[in-house]
């Protein structure tokens, strides 16, 4: 195939499952839809049965249509800057549902828990107990395939549309200790133990911040791939803005498999902004990048230049737009910060 029907090939996305087949997902839908339990229980109330899931490939190919027919059909048309948002939407589906289960699952584990509380001797008990531990265990299955789909989905989103998808918004044996509460603690104790790892990553924390108006990403990008490449366990954490060098990092972050932690705001004004900034060199960074903005983002500098952190500091281009006015020389902050530091 020569270079220029290898462009038109890929341009058209019409090869974009086969591709991302091999080299994203098979792994993760592998996993999720490969070995399920040998006994499930498909909806509260139910007997426990075997039941299949879905082929892995199949739920695969079907995710990769969702978002490739999306795009072949609206692109080059009327609707092809709404196309984003519909796909948007059809990933942010699949997060709804997985995020659905996982508070039933939190409610299901809070029952168990309560049962291995109040053990009680006796075959109705015991029945009970192991058939909530079963659901539980189900809603888990359920969950870990949605959740690989999702992410399958937004694999995809990212290649059609080039953009990253984030959605908008863890003793002594009693006289009548059973098999089931053994097995129940030891189900808690892993459960726990995953969802501590998934929402608290344990790699090494580097910084990035700047602000919203920023369209220089192939600088950030270059510095990125050297910082994993010195640090490739890395877990990266953002300031949560949705655009600008917080969603420049999250499309490096989604294309490298690197985790991302967002520090949003949480209420009004500035004060925020600065516990915001004194959390974050709490965080025990190995090295941040920050990007020239406000005041608040001069301070971050001073604090994580005040705890010994590795910076690297880009200035805003000349001829960047800016988010606002400027108050009383607060464009010169960011520099005077790096000189005094």
Sequence with gaps: MSKQSAKVAVSTFADLPELY?????????????????????????????????????????VCGELMTSLHGLLHDTRLDPLAPQIAWGIVNSFHFVAGTLERQEDRLADKIRDMTRRMEPGEVFNKDLEDTQLLCQSLTEQRAAIEAMRDYAAALYRACWRKAWAPTKGSKASSVTTASYVNALDFLQERALAKREKHQPQGPVVILSGPAMWEEWEPL??????????????????????????????????????PV?????????????????????ELGAVEAVLCEGSGIQANLYQTLRKQGVPIHAFRKPKDAPASRKPQDGEGDTFRRARRSA
């Excluded at 990266?236 to 420049?248: C, E, N, P, S």
């Design 21 to 61: 087949a091999e080299a994203i997902a098979t792994n993760p839908l592998e996993a999720s839809f490969g070995d399920p339990l040998p006994l499930s229980i498909i909806e509260p109330g139910d007997e426990p049965g075997e039941y299949e899931m879905p082929e892995p490939f199949a739920a695969q190919k």
């Design 221 to 258: 990008w270059a510095k990125l791939d050297e910082i994993k490449a010195r640090v490739p366990h890395m877990t990266l954490v953002t300031t949560g803005q949705r655009k600008g060098v917080d969603a420049i990092a999250a499309a490096w972050a989604a294309r490298q498999g690197v």
């Design 261 to 281: 932690v967002a520090f949003g705001l949480y209420g009004g004004g500035k004060k925020p902004a600065f516990t915001r900034n004194k959390k974050l060199a």
